[in-house]
């Protein structure tokens, strides 16, 4: 994503790619019926809505600065699986061996945006707002300095189910969409994610979490990433 000069109008919401971030966007539009800025996006909302809330960026240059972060992190295993996925269409050679640069990039914007010197002023995790939506969400209100409302959080997480996403990313486009398919619904995509997570999980977490925030990637009690 190229730089976005009113991104600075608004709070910041970062993410890695592949970590979740349409899922979350889409909730947050729904729970605050107010639109992201970002004019090409998947959307359950009316794209022509103007009324911004805040701003979605990757931050690939990890140059943008900005004092109002909302940063969503996920375990890096599952986000270069996903990504090698929807560049590739399956695990090739050429994309086993982008693994360790893939990792040192993660790594990078952990350390950009997590822990004590990061650049995050509030921090989500994927894995946690999976397990307990509620516990994460709380934050995400608290950041956008809004009241937290149990029932408009369920009617909303009711709305957004992956199937929905992919269904509004084929229709907003006219050939499928790269990033949000039907082979991420399928049975074989989460088994090939295990064995992936067997081949490789490894190497990559050994590369892409940095000691001082091996914290953040502690292990859950409850809940798995879809």
């Known amino acids: 994503m190229a730089y976005e000069p009113r991104m600075s109008e608004y709070p910041l919401f970062i993410s890695y790619p592949r970590s979740g971030s349409h899922w979350m966007n889409c909730l947050m539009e729904l729970y605050f019926d107010r639109p992201r800025l970002r004019e090409e996006r998947v959307t359950l909302m009316p794209a022509d809505r103007t009324d911004w809330m805040w701003f979605h960026d990757h931050d690939l240059d990890l140059d943008i600065e900005h004092n109002n972060v ?15 996925m929807a560049e590739q269409g399956k695990i090739k050679k050429k994309g086993i061996q982008q693994i360790p640069e893939l990792a040192q990039g993660m790594a990078d914007h952990f350390r950009r945006y997590l ?3 990061g650049m995050a002023k ?3 995790r994927y894995e946690l707002c999976k397990a307990d939506l509620p ?6 209100t608290e950041f ?15 709305q957004v189910s992956k ?12 050939k499928p969409d790269q990033y949000m398919n039907d082979k991420m619904l399928s049975e074989k995509y989460s088994k090939n994610r295990k064995q992936f997570r067997i081949d490789h999980g490894d190497q990559i977490t050994s590369i892409a979490i940095p000691t001082e925030l091996e914290s953040y990637f502690a292990p859950i009690s409850t809940g798995q990433p879809v």
Not at 135 to 140: D, G, N, R, Y
Not at 164 to 174: G, Q, Y
């Open 163 to 174: 199937d929905k996403l992919v269904k509004e990313a084929s229709l907003r486009k006219k």
């Open 135 to 140: 516990s994460q969400f709380k934050i995400i």
């Open 144 to 158: 956008y300095g809004q009241s937290f409302d149990q029932s408009r959080l369920d009617w909303a997480a009711d």
């Open 70 to 84: 909302l940063y969503l992190y996920r375990d890096p295993v599952d986000v270069i699986y996903s990504l090698l």
């Open 115 to 117: 822990g004590p010197d």
């Open 122 to 124: 509030a921090v989500i």
